[in-house]
T-cell receptor
Framework: AQRVTQPEKLLSVFKGAPVELKCNYSYSGSPELFWYVQYSRQRLQLLLRHISRESIKGFTADLNKGETSFHLKKPFAQEEDSAMYYC??????????????FGSGTRLSIRP | NAGVTQTPKFQVLKTGQSMTLQCAQD?????MSWYRQDPGMGLRLIHYSVGAGITDQGEVPNGYNVSRSTTEDFPLRLLSAAPSQTSVYFCASSSVQGVGTDTQYFGPGTRLTVL
């Protein structure tokens, strides 16, 4: 069964400090991992996906299949990073079994 | 493109009432899904569809029905509302090219309160 775990409900760091939002997953197949972000009064939107291997707004995330993790990192937090972050897991392939599930989310609060 | 639209934005129901939450997308996406967002529980998948005429249950399907008669629309029906269904509901869609792997586009959400 697919499962996504985000152990931290709230993460508060000072501006300029490093940020790491944890995400662990459970899936027997070939996983596709995503990070979505929801800023205040805005729609949920994609931040990054592991297959792209890109850095968005200074954030990066590396898929570690050995540890089944996909932690989101940023070396220097900015106040505009304050938001709700969700890790998501999709199953590869086109079938009725394909679906995307989300973790419980981590609220990131950046203190000035 | 309007993207993913949802109606209504807000709704208050009494226990036992029925209603349909509407969701439409104009991106020709095959994959559509419904989530509910509750504090501390994140987004939980209710139902999803990989194309017209095909639907499947997600993590929390009880109390909800869906149908997919067209590619564009994916309504969510509450047959007999219960207070436990008080939540914010999000509809999302993505392309079929990589179902389960492609970017999902979300609607603005419907805030439902069941008294």
């Amino acid at each position: 069964a697919q499962r996504v775990t985000q152990p931290e409900k709230l993460l508060s760091v000072f501006k300029g400090a490093p940020v790491e939002l944890k995400c662990n997953y459970s899936y027997s197949g070939s996983p596709e991992l995503f990070w979505y972000v929801q800023y205040s009064r805005q729609r949920l939107q994609l931040l990054l996906r592991h297959i792209s291997r890109e850095s968005i707004k200074g954030f990066t995330a590396d898929l570690n299949k050995g540890e089944t993790s996909f932690h989101l990192k940023k070396p220097f937090a900015q106040e505009e990073d304050s938001a709700m972050y969700y890790c998501a897991l999709g199953s590869h392939g086109y079938s009725s079994a394909s679906k995307i599930i989300f973790g419980s989310g981590t609220r990131l609060s950046i203190r000035p | 493109n309007a993207g993913v639209t949802q109606t209504p934005k807000f709704q208050v129901l009494k226990t036992g009432q029925s209603m349909t939450l509407q969701c439409a997308q104009d991106m020709n996406h095959e994959y559509m899904s419904w989530y509910r967002q509750d504090p501390g529980m994140g987004l939980r998948l209710i139902h999803y569809s990989v194309g017209a005429g095909i639907t499947d249950q997600g993590e929390v399907p009880n109390g909800y029905n869906v149908s997919r008669s067209t590619t564009e629309d994916f309504p969510l029906r509450l047959l007999s509302a219960a207070p436990s269904q008080t939540s914010v509901y999000f509809c999302a869609s993505s392309s079929v090219q990589g179902v389960g792997t492609d970017t999902q586009y979300f609607g603005p959400g419907t805030r439902l309160t069941v008294l």
